[in-house]
């Protein structure tokens, strides 16, 4: 049975592509030495999820669980590192210094990694201590130069102290990701995320004296209560800190979350997707007056913001190291993690079952890419970006043009509106188009990929 494409403005937010809840658990069980054995390891992305919060938020859906028992991130990180070695090992790394060569000085030609980032969760909510035993198992076990490669990290008001800041500043972080969503305390709490202005200020103040070079701010608009005017205030509570990047998002409302216990309906509500993008096209239009370049639907970036290297966002890039639960990783061919969930019972037994693993050296559950789909992967991630898709890229890739293999869906969009002509050198989106990637984006999903969402059994 085909499952129609989905329709609405906000579907999806497509940060990988397969979604998460399209894996399955993988009867073979391939040895990760398999699956990287022939990848090309020069470049490698490598990421570290924290799977703890202080609280959770209400429209949160993310691998997290709130607090964690005396021990738990002692044990977590224990894991981590069993893990880290394991997937080192796969690597053909045997000496940790990350260059595949066995000879511990780093020089050779094997193993490298280009960027970093620990997130969750909160990676903050560790201690000063474990966020520096956490940077030594990126170092020391997986063979990433912190200080050598872009890092970015994820922090919430509350656990950005001083202390945690210095280590995160000194090991090398070049990017902080503060989650404010709003500086109006009375949206705040509409989002079911309990803090006061007053200690999100105090946070930001915490962070610029950290020097880290990058600071970005997440605003979510849609909340109950926001109006334009509501929102235009916490764009210039923001801008006051002078963030090098904004990302802005729409609200949603997902299923086993806080907020859907009180909007269950909100999936399907026209006058909340008008106001989402009113919301969306005031922020824009704020932020591009005050020198930001539009990156994607969520992402701005001042105009003199420091680079942070060739590819600031290659997470959805084939050649991702994932470590944690909760964590993706991403060969050519397979995609592959570890069991996911919302809810609040079912992730505390996957991480209690994470935490008592010893045998790390297997994929367990997962999505097989083939050639159809990498095309179709390397399209979404390439349309959804304001730079779009380079055509001449995709041919040297592929050995054809996007239209050759998306001709219909493309020509649809365009119809639509939402995107340029389809002849031209590089696929942009129209700024129409840009508000809407969040329909865009589960539209281009394949039928096999949207039929194994369908099937997902959330828990």
């Not at 073979?28 to 390891?41: G, M, Q, V």
Request: net charge negative.
């Amino acid at each position: 049975m085909t499952t129609a494409p989905p329709t609405g403005p906000y579907q999806h937010y497509v940060y990988a592509y397969p979604h998460k809840t399209a894996y399955r658990p993988l009867p073979d069980r391939p040895s990760l030495t398999s699956l990287w054995a022939t990848e090309d390891k020069s470049a490698l992305s490598l990421y570290l999820h924290i799977p703890f919060c202080e609280v959770r938020c209400g429209f949160c859906n993310l691998f997290t669980r709130i607090g964690a028992p005396d021990g738990l991130t002692g044990a977590y990180l224990d894991a981590l590192e069993r893990q880290a070695t394991a997937v080192r090992d796969a690597l053909g790394d045997g000496d940790g210094d990350g260059d595949g060569d066995g000879d511990g000085d780093g020089d050779g030609d094997g193993t490298r990694f280009a960027t970093a980032a620990f997130g969750g969760g909160t990676p903050t909510f560790l201690t000063a201590r474990e966020l520096n035993r956490l940077c030594d198992i990126a170092e020391h076990r997986m063979g990433a130069d912190l200080r050598a490669v872009p890092l970015s990290v994820e922090a919430s008001p509350a656990t950005a102290t001083a202390d945690r800041l210095a280590v995160l500043a000194e090991r090398g972080t070049t990017r902080l990701s503060l989650g404010v969503q709003s500086f109006v305390d009375s949206e705040a709490r509409a989002a079911v995320r309990p803090q006061r202005r007053a200690d999100v200020e105090a946070a930001l103040g915490r962070i610029r004296d950290a020097a880290i070079p990058v600071l970005n701010i997440d605003l979510i608009y849609g909340i109950d209560g926001q109006t334009e005017e509501t929102w235009l205030r916490s764009l210039d509570a923001a801008l006051a800190w002078r963030p090098e990047e904004f990302y802005l998002y729409p609200l949603y409302v997902r299923p086993l979350t806080g907020l859907d216990r009180h909007r269950p309906d909100s999936g399907c509500d026209p006058a909340w997707d008008e106001q989402r993008l009113r919301l969306y096209r005031a922020g824009r239009d704020h932020l591009l007056a005050q020198g930001y370049i539009q990156q994607s639907m969520r992402m701005f970036r001042r105009a003199d913001a420091p680079p942070q290297g060739a590819d600031d966002y290659a997470c959805q890039s084939d050649g991702m190291i994932g470590l944690g639960c909760g964590a993706r990783s991403y060969t050519s061919a397979l995609h592959y993690s570890f069991d996911y969930a919302v809810g609040m019972h079912e992730i505390r037994g996957i991480i209690d079952d994470y935490v008592a693993t010893t045998d790390f050296s297997r994929a367990a559950v997962g999505y097989r890419i083939d050639p159809r789909e990498a095309r179709r992967r390397h399209l979404l991630q390439s349309i959804l970006q304001a730079d779009g898709l380079d055509t001449a890229d995709y041919r040297a890739r592929f050995g054809s043009l996007p239209t050759d293999d998306f001709g219909a869906e493309l020509d649809a969009l365009a119809h639509q509106g939402w995107l340029t002509d389809t002849t031209a050198a590089r696929l942009r989106l129209t700024p129409a188009g840009l508000a809407h990637s969040d329909a865009i984006g589960p539209r281009l999903f394949s039928p096999a990929v949207r039929a194994a969402m369908a099937a997902y059994e959330r828990k």
